[in-house]
């Protein structure tokens, strides 16, 4: 029962283009969302949050956007830098719960 | 503010062995968390503790899985009779939640390889 997908593995960008990574969830419990980024043999960073009561929240080059009716989200990098590489993860939570479940993940490669 | 620490970072062990990991959480963190991530895969919840009170436990923690935070500080995470399948990375995050803007902190993470 995969309740947060995220269904590209992968995505290639060119450096000093946008980013756009997804994420599609079951569970319309869910009501906090999160944004992690990992790189190798490190633990995930965190990156940026939603709360459902918006449905646009944006920190310097990261923009993420929610679509609650249909249970999607996005981040959105912009422009993309080389250091941006890594695994990015969402991971959605019901308030009270205190129970993040993440996504399988997107590994972003941004091109010099 | 040391960030969250695990201990070891690396371990090998034999199949039927006992293992058992550290977390030291960030200072003054009340809330503690166990993930469990294998290749290709999302960390998996695993379980969290509220200062010392271990509130939820998963259903993928078996009963060869034991975790404890026994002063509220520190926690440990024991996995007795070790399975080839228990190989993974255990991630550790804590966090300080304040109002609706909790974010969990993760450590580098203990990867585990069960041969």
């Known amino acids: 029962d995969q309740q947060v997908k995220q269904n590209s593995p992968s995505l290639s960008v060119q450096e000093g283009r946008i980013s756009i990574l997804n994420c599609d969830y079951t569970?319309?419990?869910?009501?906090?969302f999160l944004w992690y980024k990992k790189y190798p043999a490190e633990g995930p960073t965190f990156l940026i949050s939603i709360s459902s009561i918006k449905d646009k929240n944006e920190d310097g080059r990261f923009t993420v956007f929610l679509n609650k009716s249909a249970k999607h989200l996005s981040l959105h990098i912009v422009p993309s830098q080389p250091g941006d590489s890594a695994v990015y993860f969402c991971?959605?939570?019901?308030?009270?719960?205190?129970?993040?479940?993440f996504g399988t993940g997107t590994r972003l490669k941004v091109l010099a | 503010d040391t960030g969250v620490s695990q201990d070891p970072r690396h371990k090998i062990t034999k199949r039927g062995q006992n293992v058992t990991f550290r977390c030291d959480p960030i200072s003054e963190h009340n809330r503690l968390y166990w993930y469990r991530q294998t290749l290709g895969q999302g960390p998996e919840f695993l379980t969290y503790f509220q200062n010392e009170a271990q509130l939820e436990k998963s259903r993928l923690l078996s009963d060869r899985f034991s975790a404890e935070r026994p002063k509220g500080s520190f926690s440990t995470l024991e996995i007795q009779r070790t399975e080839q399948g228990d190989s993974a990375m255990y991630l550790c995050?804590?966090?300080?939640?304040?109002?609706?803007?909790?974010?969990?902190?993760f450590g580098s993470g203990t990867q585990l390889s069960v041969l």
């Open positions: 991971a959605p939570c019901t308030s009270g719960t205190y129970k993040y479940i």
């Open positions: 569970n319309s419990m869910f009501d906090y």
């Open positions: 995050a804590s966090s300080l939640p304040t109002g609706n803007n909790e974010k969990l902190f």
